[in-house]
């Protein structure tokens, strides 16, 4: 499932590659998404302008068009892709929008399992899924908000970091990385840790998305970049998917267990 640093690195390339070019064309197919589209709809409101901006709030991207407030709300769900390719490359299967740009390229969303969405909203400032979002953990102030809110919790700190209504967008991977290198057992419950080791490890939330940003994700399956690299950030990962391995910091076998239904990968012996 791509993660907010995937998310994050597929706003920056679409940056790159989409902004200011016309609008010429749009097609969708006609399996549904997770939220319903009206092709007529977005034809109406895409063709003949361009996107001006792609902002990001948590795993949500939103293409702005120039002069307008509406804009194209995508969130990827668990294997959407968005790929900026060539208007000759061929349409591979489970594409399900393609919007033709001048210069002949093609922004596509592809998404074998539909539980992403494409679609246009007349008003993303008052969407109902933004609005119940919580801390972004890339924006100023991150750590001291997070300090705040998790002090009272009496969930495990894993729980608390996966829960989108207090950080938006830390996913599995990233929550047991984080927890790693701020030497915090996953167990433990939130509101036991001192305000200096909740700081430390807002900082560590911080750190592990954005060197994962730099990297272009982690990309264990089902997600490419527009541009069709797959991310590098798996090789940095300390943790997740290394259970029996020796930890990298003190040598102790890491584990695996089960939390809220989710893996966890920590290590016993230095995180506590
Ligand atoms: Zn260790």
């Given at each position: ?47 003949g ?80 899924s ?13 750590e ?19 829960d ?11 929550a ?97």
């Open positions: 499932m791509p993660e907010l640093p995937e998310v994050e690195s597929v706003r920056r390339l679409l940056v790159g590659a989409v902004l200011n070019r016309p609008i010429l064309e749009v097609h969708c197919g006609a399996q549904q998404l997770r939220r319903a589209l009206d092709p007529d709809r977005l034809r109406t409101e895409l063709v302008a361009r996107f001006a901006a792609v902002d990001r709030e948590a795993k949500y991207l939103l293409m702005r068009l120039e002069g307008r407030d509406g804009a194209v709300l995508v969130h990827l769900g668990m294997t959407g892709r968005l790929l900026v390719v060539e208007r000759e490359r061929p349409t591979q299967p489970h594409t399900h929008i393609v919007v033709g740009l001048e210069g002949g390229v093609d922004l596509r969303y592809v998404d074998v399992r539909r539980f992403g969405f494409f679609c246009w909203s007349d008003t993303p400032a008052a969407e109902p933004l609005l119940k979002l919580g801390l972004d953990p890339l924006a100023d102030g991150f001291d908000r997070f300090v705040l809110q998790a002090r009272s919790r009496g969930v495990s700190i894993k729980s608390l970091l996966m989108q209504g207090v950080i938006g967008g830390v996913g599995n991977i990233y047991s990385e984080a927890l790693w290198r701020s030497r915090v057992d996953p167990r433990r419950r939130a509101g036991q840790l001192s305000a200096r080791r909740l700081k430390s490890l807002a900082e560590a939330v911080r750190a592990v998305l954005l060197a994962a940003i730099e990297g272009g994700g982690s990309t264990i399956k089902d997600f490419v970049l527009p541009d069709g690299d797959s991310g590098g950030f798996v090789k940095l990962l300390k943790v997740y998917g290394h259970a029996g391995e020796p930890c990298v910091r003190c040598g102790e076998l890491l584990r695996k267990i089960r939390q809220a239904g989710r893996s966890t990968f920590y290590c016993s012996k230095c995180q506590r």
